[in-house]
């Protein structure tokens, strides 16, 4: 009778833990994709800038939503977002070792 009611508590507890890798595993793919794309977005236009838009600092245009930027003001703000990321990845292991604990 023990040894039933131990393993049904390890059963609940392995299940608990695959719910919550399978809920970090979903967050951290959105998140990997939404840097992909961003990614590919920036790509596309640190490609399009040419050097006299350096020189002059020229604001650079951004397609889709159509803002202007100041050339200085895009480069900081791209540098931010991708030193930022390297840091999902730190909280999908916190995230991971948080639930597995309990």
Partial sequence: ???KKAEEEV?????RLL???????????????ILMLAGLY?????????????LREIDIVLPLVNIGLP???????TSMCFCSSTSCR????????RHEMK
């Avoid at 399009?48 to 350096?54: G, H, L, P, R, V």
């Fill in 42 to 54: 920036f790509a596309i236009l640190i490609g399009a800038t040419t050097d006299e838009q350096f």
């Fill in 71 to 77: 050339i200085v003001t895009f480069y900081a703000i």
């Fill in 11 to 15: 059963q609940l507890r392995l299940e």
């Fill in 90 to 97: 730190g909280k999908f292991i916190a995230f991971v070792r």
């Fill in 1 to 3: 009778m023990a040894e």
């Fill in 19 to 33: 719910e919550s890798v399978n809920e970090a595993t979903r967050t951290t793919r959105t998140h990997f994709l």
